[in-house]
């Protein structure tokens, strides 16, 4: 979890992070995998998660599940979503 | 329409004082008898309404008090006589829904107001085109829009609903054999919920959604100017559309000379924000929908179904209607 460097799809995830919302002026190694999305962290708020809860869904076809304890921790972290949607997407690291 | 009491209640709180019992019976009497044996007994159940429903009838006096001033038409202004009528337009409203359950008021009574097109945007959608998003009020009749799903050539119509007594209408509406629509019941929007919908939308699927109804549990609002008074609007419709970057159009069905008409117009063509200026954009699309419901209200000025108080400022110590 609080591996200094990113991995590749932790990179991709952080890259659609910045697209969706037009963070235009973060790159993606600005956003550490461990650190929070919302709130004190990178200061996303629900909005932001449902658009990039679609965004996901489009990029790796994802599904989020709508018991939202679960969603929350999903999408705390980069580090999270990226184990999220390599367990979603069957095997490895699935950057592409 | 509600009891007086101390505590304003939420529209999504009350029933619409127990019309569900009201309007099951109505149905049934209707079936059987018809609907002219029936008007008397509107009549009679529209003034238990009015003679018990204090509030409901403060409410429909600001209405039209704030109408006739915001228009300066001074034809408009409230008299009891005028507020009656509105709690009978409303009880006509109700029969005219039946009728329609019934088959008896259809496509071929309704006349289309649509100068844009948007009923052909509907129909393309058979053809692979994606859905888009159809923001309705309670201004007018409601019910009778179902007859566009008709019209609209069997594109499915998803109605997003708040209130929970919608199973009791699912109910209602599949005796009287009305399954084109479906109405989703919406609690909170959150990611699965717009997945769902993204997903209907590219299907060819269009959404409905009131866009003058604050729900009960979403902190998502925002108040803007209605009729010369700050009153709050949902951002509900707002924010899906620019999830969604799904076009937005206005809809409603005002009886006007006794004749249905359902008017669409295009609203938003492709809803975005800049993200530090969500707020403010949503805000804006909220202003010009209330000004443009404002416009809407003066066509019929007497078929605004909102009994609720709309406005938040006159809680007590108002006079009586």
């Given at each position: 979890m609080n591996a200094p460097t990113q991995t590749a799809l932790e990179q991709a995830i952080a890259q659609l992070i910045i697209d969706t919302?037009?963070?235009?002026?973060?790159?993606?190694?600005?956003?550490?995998?461990?650190?929070?999305?919302?709130?004190?962290?990178?200061?996303?708020?629900?909005?932001?998660?449902?658009?990039?809860?679609?965004?996901?869904?489009?990029?790796?076809?994802?599904?989020?599940?709508?018991?939202?304890k679960n969603a929350r921790e999903h999408f705390a972290t980069v580090a999270n979503l990226a184990a999220y949607v390599a367990s979603q997407q069957g095997a490895g690291d699935g950057a592409h | 329409m509600s009891d007086a009491g101390v505590q304003e209640p939420h529209w999504a709180a009350q029933k619409e004082?127990?019309?569900?019992?009201?309007?099951?019976?109505?149905?049934?009497a209707l079936r059987h008898l018809g609907r002219r044996p029936m008007t008397p007994v509107l009549y009679l159940i529209v003034l238990y309404f009015f003679v018990f429903g204090r509030r409901a009838r403060r409410n429909i006096r600001q209405y039209q008090t704030y109408l006739a001033n915001w228009s300066g038409?001074?034809?408009?202004?409230?008299?009891t006589r005028r507020v009656f009528g509105q709690f009978m337009a409303f009880g006509e409203s109700l029969l005219d829904r039946l009728d329609v359950w019934h088959g008896?008021?259809?496509?071929?009574?309704?006349?289309?107001?649509?100068?844009?097109?948007?009923?052909?945007?509907?129909?393309?959608c058979l053809h692979g085109g994606r859905g888009q998003i159809l923001v309705c009020t309670h201004l007018g009749n409601l019910d009778v829009c179902r007859a566009l799903a008709e019209m609209g050539e069997q594109v499915p119509l998803n109605v997003l609903v708040h209130n929970r007594h919608v199973a009791h209408f699912n109910q209602l509406q599949s005796e009287a054999g009305d399954r084109q629509l479906r109405l989703l019941q919406v609690s909170e929007m959150d990611a699965a919920l717009m997945l769902d919908l993204s997903?209907?939308?590219?299907?060819?699927?269009?959404?409905?959604?009131?866009?003058?109804?604050?729900?009960?549990?979403?902190?998502?609002?925002?108040?803007?100017?209605?009729?010369?008074?700050?009153?709050?609007?949902p951002q509900g419709p707002w924010l899906m559309a620019g999830l969604l970057r799904?076009?937005?159009?206005?809809?409603?069905?005002?009886?006007?000379?006794?004749?249905?008409?359902?008017?669409?117009?295009?609203?938003?063509?492709?809803?975005?924000?800049?993200?530090?200026?969500?707020?403010?954009?949503?805000?804006?699309?909220?202003?010009?929908?209330?000004?443009?419901?404002?416009?809407l209200c003066l066509l019929a000025p007497q078929q605004w179904f909102n009994f609720y108080a709309y406005w938040p400022s006159i809680h007590q110590g108002e006079t009586d209607a």
């Open positions: 919302l037009n963070l235009e002026d973060l790159q993606a190694s600005d956003i550490p995998p461990a650190q929070p999305l919302f709130g004190e962290g990178l200061g996303l708020d629900s909005v932001d998660a449902l658009e990039l809860a679609l965004a996901l869904q489009k990029r790796y076809g994802i599904r989020v599940e709508s018991d939202a | 004082r127990g019309s569900f019992a009201l309007m099951k019976l109505t149905a049934l038409r001074d034809e408009l202004r409230s008299t008896r008021l259809g496509p071929a009574q309704v006349e289309l107001h649509d100068p844009a097109g948007v009923r052909d945007q509907l129909r393309q997903q209907r939308l590219d299907r060819g699927e269009w959404l409905a959604i009131a866009g003058d109804r604050v729900p009960l549990n979403d902190g998502r609002r925002v108040n803007v100017d209605f009729l010369g008074h700050v009153a709050p609007f799904c076009p937005v159009n206005l809809m409603c069905c005002l009886k006007i000379d006794g004749r249905y008409q359902i008017r669409l117009e295009p609203f938003l063509d492709l809803p975005t924000w800049e993200r530090g200026r969500r707020e403010q954009t949503i805000a804006q699309w909220t202003q010009r929908y209330a000004d443009r419901l404002a416009q």
